[in-house]
T-cell receptor
Framework: GAVVSQHPSWVICKSGTSVKIECRSL??????MFWYRQFPKQSLMLMAT?????????EQGVEKDKFLINHASLTLSTLTVTSAHPEDSSFYIC???????????FGPGTRLTVL | TQLLEQSPQFLSIQEGENLTVYCNSS?????LQWYRQEPGEGPVLLVT?????EVKKLKRLTFQFGDARKDSSLHITAAQPGDTGLYLC????????????FGKGTKLSVIP
């Protein structure tokens, strides 16, 4: 299967700071990127969908100015949590889909803890 | 809003026992996927079912898609400690839809 990496795997930050999470698809081209978050003992909730080179589409209730998504290339997408607060503490998972197999994969996740 | 209800939420069984996990919805899905997720990791795809009534087998795991494509089940035969994990079902709304709706998961513990 395809390899998807996320960096960092975990991060602890102070309230009010911004955190950038990178998602890389190492052996396929991610034409579509999904970003999910998963709170403890909860399932994955879709935050936003982006197509390479286009602006992301955000799900209802997800603030686009707070969760900045960049999908400028077919191998890299970033999610920046701006002015993070404790309630943003969660497990963030990227999920790229694209060429050549059009299969959807999931990254290993990034654990964000905001103090 | 499409919802997927998984049951049971938690399951603890002895090694060698059989178990079934259910995924139900009032909505029709064009396809349904089952994932397994380990703590601190992303979900890993186990299977995708597309056709109503479809049955797929993956070693000791048997997946079934309901005839009406509203529900699915995962049956594990002779569970092993290595089967321990969170099992998630996820449905795609329409043909060609890439957006998945996830169930809350079933946390399985297999005791040696």
């Amino acid at each position: 299967g395809a390899v998807v990496s996320q960096h960092p795997s975990w991060v602890i930050c102070k309230s009010g700071t911004s955190v950038k999470i990178e998602c890389r698809s190492l052996d396929f081209q991610a034409t579509t990127m999904f970003w999910y978050r998963q709170f403890p003992k909860q399932s994955l909730m879709l935050m936003a969908t982006s197509n390479e080179g286009s602006k992301a589409t955000y799900e209802q209730g997800v603030e686009k100015d707070k969760f900045l998504i960049n999908h400028a290339s077919l191998t890299l997408s970033t999610l920046t949590v701006t002015s993070a607060h404790p309630e943003d503490s969660s497990f963030y998972i990227c999920s790229p889909r694209g060429r050549p197999t059009d299969t959807q994969y999931f990254g290993p996740g990034t654990r964000l803890t905001v103090l | 809003t499409q919802l997927l209800e998984q049951s049971p939420q938690f399951l603890s069984i002895q090694e060698g026992e059989n178990l079934t996990v259910y995924c139900n919805s009032s909505s029709v899905f064009s396809s349904l996927q089952w994932y397994r997720q380990e703590p601190g990791e992303g979900p890993v795809l186990l299977v995708t079912v597309v056709t109503g009534g479809e049955v797929k087998k993956l070693k000791r795991l048997t997946f079934q898609f309901g005839d009406a494509r509203k529900d699915s089940s995962l049956h594990i035969t002779a569970a092993q400690p290595g089967d321990t994990g969170l099992y998630l079902c996820a449905g795609a709304a329409g043909a060609g839809s890439y957006q998945l709706t996830f169930g809350k998961g079933t946390k399985l513990s297999v005791i040696p």
